[in-house]
């Protein structure tokens, strides 16, 4: 895993703010020009090739990271194969730690660069910088945030509906990151879509395929999805929508 001594950029949190109203479309920088020059001090860039694993579940943490580029998945082994916990991209951190060991295994899905941030070094900074735990707690909601859609996506039953939500998910990704939408990006492998929606590979490509011949989706390749019916493609992403 090279490293190099000089930051590339200063780290970044990104956010949608909690305490705003309604449905807010945007995620705001919630490190400070100071909290950001700070973490860089104290941080070293690390690059992943894809696949390449970053740490195991169980693993002593050491360190946090903060992603400059590039997708992360986070995962849990377990006997009947990985159970992918979250997707984490651009401006997000990973690392979490549970009595000192890290809570779930990561790998990265894409080629990645990221900040890494020693924990001791990190517990410094909070401890004569309170904002700064303000910043971190409001990132990990919307971790928490995360957590529950994922909970709420593997309970529905069918295929087709649990990879609608799942681009519907992708989809405002990209709008809160204020990126075109025409299409949707799936930087992942289609393996890791399956994973993380509980389904086999197989089950994915019959999802795929069946919201295909209702028109309701087209893809151009295996990592750009076009949402043609909106009115369908909302009724399948509503938990409400009788789906009888």
Request: aromatic share 6%; net charge positive; with cysteine.
């Amino acid at each position: 895993m090279p490293r190099d001594t000089k930051p590339i950029a200063e780290p970044s949190l990104y956010a949608v703010d909690p305490w705003v109203a309604g449905n807010p479309q945007v995620r705001n920088q919630l490190l400070s020009d100071d909290e950001r020059a700070m973490l860089a001090k104290v941080s070293s860039i690390a690059r992943f090739n894809k696949g390449e694993v970053i740490y195991r579940e169980g693993d002593v943490a050491e360190a946090v990271f903060n992603i400059i580029s590039g997708v992360v998945t986070t995962y849990r082994s377990l006997a009947e194969g990985e159970h992918i916990t979250a997707f984490v991209y651009q401006g997000d951190l990973f690392g979490l730690s549970e009595e000192g060991q890290y809570s779930n295994s990561a790998r990265a899905a894409t080629l990645v660069v990221a900040y890494k941030i020693p924990l001791s070094a990190l517990r410094r900074l909070m401890r004569n910088n309170p904002g700064l735990d303000v910043d971190l707690i409001v990132k990990l909601c919307e971790g928490l945030r995360g957590a529950q859609r994922h909970a709420l996506l593997l309970s529905e039953r069918r295929a087709a509906t649990r990879l609608a939500m799942f681009l519907e998910l992708q989809e405002h990704l990209q709008v809160v990151r204020g990126e075109p939408a025409s299409e949707i990006y799936l930087p992942m492998d289609r393996s890791s879509i399956a994973a993380y929606l509980g389904l086999t590979l197989a089950a994915l490509s019959r999802a795929f395929r069946a919201l295909a011949l209702k028109q309701i989706i087209s893809s151009r390749n295996r990592h750009h999805v076009r949402i043609l019916d909106r009115h369908a493609f909302n009724r399948l992403t509503d938990i409400r929508a009788d789906h009888s």
